[in-house]
């Protein structure tokens, strides 16, 4: 609908264009090819760069293309003790994380969605109450100590359950199905619990992938929860390495490596590496989540 | 009196009844109930810490109670000052170039005429927000090193001294702001852009006959009609940036840079975790109660403006 609202738009505009008009929209579409130049280049400069002989990177060649062709930076940054292993962690918080998030979500989203209930105000409140204030670092902190979920996968996994958010998408939606099909289920003897697996969950696939997508880019980027729960190497998600790799060890660097014409990789190459590894997982799928973004945004400004 | 008690009666037990039919739909809201009590609600109770010295090892039975002493500390520090302006700033700074970058980005992307260049502007922009804070925090730290960061090799190859960015307190703040412009343009432009095309189009072909040209049309129909979702991101927008971004910071700031770079929250932070040996627990939980407590009061207060100004709010 809303696509073809913007061709309408244009054909209007297209009827009378004096010259001005002409050169304000390509003035217009200029500033649009800018603004993605501007973006764009500095995740391409880390591709090219991290593919070039560093030598080339600190004379300066590398501004368009790759110069030196060498994938030993690749090489060595997956070397890297623990790389694998917090890859896979990442995958592991991931996918069960996000699972749990779904299933405290919607449980209780459709439950605050269905007008009858009794204390849905309340319940509601809660919930919002948590956008507005939050303990802060230390109670949230000794909350989890005295949970005894210190340095535990259940800590990431449990501990960060619903986003409130989230969940009043999730119910604003669940609000927009019209209530005639939950009565006429009911009438056919059907329990809360099968309309809302059956009938509501089903219903809702566009939401429930927004909601899911939302999840997931934060349970992947996230660093610092896991960074202040977890203390062992093993149970590391990748954004906690790579804040090692690539800020701290990046401070501290002196940099004194002495690269010449041979070398194939520097730190600063094997850097760039790793950004690239740690963005290509989210950069595959984020083509086929853009469009979920847009309906999430336009069903989280349904009013409640 | 009692004609008020014949009428409650059956109206409770007609709610009793409602809950027991719909006892499913307890059981339901059970699941996230239990978490919000026990991860949102159960760790408000930690924040009695503020009011004490406390001892990690022992717990509140063994820490003495201080009452006020932890905020009359902070309040009284050099530090308070620094961070509450600080945390004003770097809000102002996002306020002033982040917030209306957004706009005008989903007003460029929804007036060209190149379909094809709006489609790739949108995907394009709205790639970074995929992207983690650690590793764009990493890009800015690799890209303005000082050997060999890709802004120095520039500065080099025109002659110029190569600056250390990151160790200057004047640079911080452009530079996270224009890190968070990168990152956030493209997501926040979303919603504007979602306003505009829910505006109505014939009132641009009115404005058409009217005589009025693109530009006209955009000051007088576009803006006008998105104004009200303007109104409630800003006001909203307001609250939310006084707590951000102390993840963000922390990746990017240095012990020379904290005169422009330390906020409360990040004060807060450095307290607690990145004290060695002298980590204070209750002076920090009080700092982040002070922070607490005034974005609640932003966000509420915004929220109600918001919704006296242009009758909607987010909730």
Do not use: C
């Amino acid at each position: 609908m809303a696509t073809k609202k913007a061709k309408i738009k244009r054909q209007g505009s297209a009827t009378v264009r004096s010259r001005g008009e002409k050169v304000f929209d390509f003035v217009l579409n200029l500033i649009g090819v800018l603004i993605s130049l501007v973006t764009v280049y500095p995740l391409y400069y880390i591709l090219i760069a991290s593919m070039s002989k560093p030598l080339s990177v600190i004379n300066g060649t590398v501004i368009t293309h790759i110069v030196d062709f060498s994938l030993d930076a690749y090489k060595e940054a997956l070397r890297i003790p623990n790389l694998w292993v917090a890859y896979g962690n990442t995958f592991y918080y991931a996918i069960v994380g996000v699972a749990m998030n779904m299933f405290f979500t919607t449980t209780m989203a459709y439950a605050l969605s269905r007008k009858r209930l009794v204390g849905r105000k309340l319940f509601t409140l809660m919930i919002v109450f948590t956008m507005w204030f939050n303990a802060g670092l230390i109670p949230t902190y000794m909350n989890f100590r005295d949970l005894r979920l210190l340095d535990t996968r259940a800590a990431i996994i449990v501990g960060f359950g619903i986003s409130a958010y989230n969940l009043i998408i999730m119910k604003n939606f669940f609000q927009s199905i019209p209530e005639e099909m939950e009565e006429a289920a009911h009438v056919d003897g059907a329990s809360d619990f099968r309309i809302f697996f059956r009938i509501w969950l089903p219903m809702s696939k566009p939401a429930l992938a927004t909601v899911t997508m939302f999840y997931l880019v934060n349970r992947w980027n996230g660093y610092f929860w896991p960074m202040t729960l977890l203390r062992q190497d093993k149970l590391m998600p990748l954004q906690v390495l790579m804040k090692k790799l690539l800020v701290d060890q990046t401070a501290n660097e002196t940099e004194a490596q002495i690269i010449t014409a041979a070398s194939t990789w520097s730190p600063q190459t094997r850097i760039y590496a790793l950004m690239v590894v740690a963005i290509i997982p989210m950069l595959l799928v984020y083509p086929f989540l853009q469009k979920y973004f847009k309906t999430g945004m336009t069903a989280g400004a349904v009013k409640g | 009196m009692n004609a008020a008690k014949v009428q409650k009666k059956p109206k409770t037990t007609s709610k009793l009844k409602q809950m027991r039919s719909d006892w499913q739909l307890y059981v339901l809201l059970s699941f996230g109930l239990i978490w919000l009590i026990l991860f949102a609600y159960k760790p408000l109770m930690g924040l009695r810490i503020a009011f004490y010295d406390f001892n990690p090892f022992g717990g509140l039975a063994k820490s003495r109670y201080v009452g006020f002493e932890n905020f009359q500390r902070y309040f009284s520090s050099p530090d308070f000052a620094r961070t509450v302006k600080n945390t004003v700033m770097l809000a102002l700074w996002q306020l002033g170039l982040i917030f209306p970058a957004s706009i005008i980005l989903a007003l460029v992307v929804t007036q060209m005429t190149s379909r094809g260049i709006s489609k790739a502007t949108q995907t394009i922009t709205f790639l970074p927000y995929f992207i983690s804070a650690v590793v764009v925090a990493g890009m800015v730290l690799s890209f303005t090193s000082p050997n060999n960061g890709w802004i120095n090799i520039i500065r080099r190859s025109f002659g110029l001294e190569p600056i250390y960015f990151m160790v200057q307190a004047k640079y911080f703040r452009p530079i996270y702001t224009l890190m968070l412009l990168w990152m956030q343009a493209g997501y926040n432009s979303l919603v504007y852009i979602a306003a505009i095309m829910g505006i109505d189009t014939s009132l641009y072909e009115a404005a058409t006959v009217d005589g009025a040209n693109k530009l006209q049309r955009i000051i007088h129909v576009t803006l006008p009609g998105i104004l009200p979702t303007i109104m409630t991101m800003l006001l909203l927008n307001i609250g939310k940036m006084i707590r951000s971004g102390y993840e963000t910071i922390i990746l990017l700031y240095h012990p020379s840079t904290y005169e422009a770079a330390d906020t409360i929250a990040t004060y807060a932070y450095r307290l607690a975790f990145d004290n060695p040996g002298r980590a204070d627990y209750g002076l920090s939980t009080a700092v982040g109660l002070v922070e607490a407590v005034v974005a609640f009061i932003m966000v509420a207060l915004a929220n109600y403006m918001s919704r006296r100004v242009t009758e909607s709010s987010l909730w």
